[in-house]
């Protein structure tokens, strides 16, 4: 079986840390946590380490390439794609007509992690916090409230006149006038 370098460095390290814990330098709990493992699964690595020796602890995952890899022809041919004929259009257009004009079935989001990663569109810059209220900011006489209806309590008083009220909700300054009764 061929494995990669770094499978293999791997399998090494492992190797490395549950002999350590064999021959008692260090405990099964410090070898779980330097392989950054729970200490069940340091016990099914010692088990398969004795049962297969030092091959069985190579990640068996790696044997074989994944069944969700995209076809590299595929990702060749959306990239040649773009470079050829959709040069300059932005991500969301050029999956449209790709989708509908030259039958890509790669999703949207394949499509455009592998249009960055080829550097043929740039990243978006990250932002900030999404649709966050901002406190208002405070400007003098911006929007004024006025208040000048005859009140029940001002017919009690003969002598009272309507007075109107004006006030910013963003200052705390209020003004007043007074406006003398019609008689």
């Not at 090494?12 to 405990?27: D, E």
């Not at 003098?140 to 009220?165: I, K, V, Y």
């Amino acid at each position: 079986m061929l494995y990669t370098a770094a499978a293999g460095e791997r399998a090494m390290k492992v190797q490395q840390v549950i002999m350590r814990a064999l021959s008692g330098a260090i405990s099964w709990v410090q070898a779980a946590e330097i392989l950054g493992l729970e200490p069940r699964s340091v016990r099914r690595w010692r088990a398969r380490f004795e049962a297969g020796g030092p091959v069985a602890l190579y990640d068996r995952r790696r044997q074989r390439p994944s069944r969700r890899k995209a076809p590299a022809l595929e990702v060749q041919r959306i990239l040649r794609l773009y470079r050829e004929r959709f040069a300059g259009w932005n991500v969301r257009h050029f999956y449209r007509f790709a989708r509908r004009d030259h039958a890509v079935t790669l999703s949207y989001s394949f499509v455009k992690l592998a249009l960055q990663e080829a550097g043929l569109v740039r990243r978006a810059r990250a932002r900030g916090r999404h649709r966050r209220r901002r406190e208002p900011r405070a400007c003098f006489g911006e929007l004024l409230h006025l208040d000048g209806s005859p009140h029940a309590w001002l017919q009690r008083c003969p002598d009272a006149r309507p007075t109107l009220c004006q006030r910013s909700p963003n200052n705390p300054h209020v003004w007043s006038l007074n406006i003398p009764h019609p008689s």
